[in-house]
Each structure stands twice: as C-alpha cells, then as structure tokens.
C-alpha cells in the first residue's frame, strides 16, 4: 500500500469532446487518485451460488477466482468489504457478518441529487440470456461459496438503507463496484452504481468483474462480450468511472 494507507487508483471515464475536424467523439480519460483504504468499501453484488441462465453461470465461473483475489487483497489493506447477494438474507440469520449491518446506527437516506439517466444501449427485455432453452426461476439461495466471507470484518446486506448507515458508521467515502449484472443489479439494486451516484458518493466499477444479461440475438446485435463492453462504456459515460482488477491488486500488494 501506499503511503498513510492509500491505494493509488487509475480511474477511466469518458466524455463528449470534438476531434480536430470539430466532429463530436467520444474521449477516454484516465485519472490516478490516492484514496485512503479505510475509507473504501467493495460491495461484491449478486454474486449468487447459481444462476438460472447457464450463460451467466458459466461466464461468473471464470470471474470467481480474481473477485475472491481483489476482495481479500482489499480486505487486508483495511477496506470494507460488503456481500450484497440480494434475496439470500434468509441464509445468513444470525451470522456475525449478517448482524453487523442490522447493528449499525440507522440514519436517514438522502434525498436522490438529480442525476441524466440514458436508455441502456442494450436491448434486455426478453430478459438477457444467451443460452435461450433456459427460463427464470429464482435459483439462488447464498453468495458464492468460492468467495470468502470473513465473518470477524465483513458484511452482509442486500439493503441500501443498511448499506449506507454502514457507510456513515465506518466513513466510507470511497465505493467500489463488482459483480453481476452490469445492466441490470449493478446499475439498478437500491446499494448499487445509481443510487451511489445520486447519494453524492465516489462509486467506481471494477470493470474486468463484471457480465452483462445479453442475448446477441437482441440489439443491437452484437456478441455477448461486445455487449458487456457497451455497458461499461455506457457507465463510463453516464455514471461513474472503472477501474480494472490489476490495478486494485497492484495497489493493495504494491503500493504504486
């Protein structure tokens, strides 16, 4: 880590500029900002034991060693880490880390600051699945078992109320994002990217963590992992920057 306990990240977004003909373009800018540890919170969000669409299960699969990497690293660097695998609350009654978010002091929400919301550039409505003989049904009843949970430090929280009385408990200025769905849990979930936006918090997604609910048979018609970079450039534009799991991992174990 770095010096006084920062993590120095480099942080990627876009925005609307001209190219040298005047024509609009979209730019990529990065930015290093030193952020202090115990000020950061990973919010790993529904990174459930089993999915409905064999696509989704299949392509988490592979993302599960790295998060469960990032999320110990950031763990041992002092930062908050959080488990939000939405509608499993059941499973974890009376665990240390399920009781740490009902301890903490309830204050109020704050009011949403406004904040532009363009449509996706997704189209998801027969509910993203490129594996189409497969159907919804709630399959999930836990988070992942291949990520650890520390029971002594962690937190379990599918609520945003509860996740942000936790955020001003342990003043928490810093909010990191991964897991699944990009366009639809980690955008939309009452802890996740919009309603951090719009809670004046800094929020950054870990951009190589994450999937989208795609079906390349929908527009626009692209690949499935076209599709998934789509989204994260959309949020790059619209709502928060990314940052990527090397450069978590670098500035946890290596202090740059």
């Not at 120095?8 to 040298?20: H, K």
């Not at 999320?71 to 009781?99: E, K, N």
Request: charged content about 20%.
């Amino acid at each position: 880590m770095g010096k006084n306990g920062d993590l120095t990240l480099t942080l990627r977004r876009q925005r609307l500029g001209r190219d040298t003909a005047g024509c609009a373009m979209w730019e990529t800018m990065t930015e290093r900002r030193a952020i202090a540890a115990n000020q950061t919170a990973l919010v790993l969000c529904d990174v459930w034991d089993r999915h409905w669409c064999r696509g989704a299960d299949e392509r988490l699969a592979a993302l599960l060693p790295r998060m469960n990497r990032v999320a110990c690293a950031l763990r041992d660097s002092g930062s908050l880490i959080i488990h939000a695998p939405s509608d499993t609350m059941a499973f974890y009654v009376g665990t240390p880390a399920r009781q740490r978010a009902l301890d903490a002091p309830q204050v109020a929400v704050p009011a949403p600051l406004p904040h532009p919301d363009p449509p996706l550039p997704l189209d998801a409505s027969d509910e993203g699945c490129d594996t189409p003989l497969d159907t919804p049904w709630r399959a999930w009843s836990q988070q992942h078992p291949a990520i650890e949970i520390d029971h002594e430090r962690d937190v379990i929280s599918d609520d945003g109320a509860e996740i942000y009385a936790l955020y001003r408990q342990r003043g928490i200025r810093m909010v990191l994002v991964m897991g699944v769905h990009t366009n639809m849990c980690v955008l939309h979930r009452s802890f996740a990217i919009m309603a951090l936006v719009r809670w004046g918090y800094d929020v950054a997604l870990v951009r190589d963590l994450t999937d989208t609910m795609y079906n390349p048979a929908m527009p626009p018609y692209v690949s499935h992992a076209e599709g998934t970079q789509l989204v994260i450039a959309y949020i790059e534009k619209f709502w928060c920057p990314t940052v990527s799991s090397a450069n978590l991992l670098q500035a946890c174990e290596l202090g740059v």
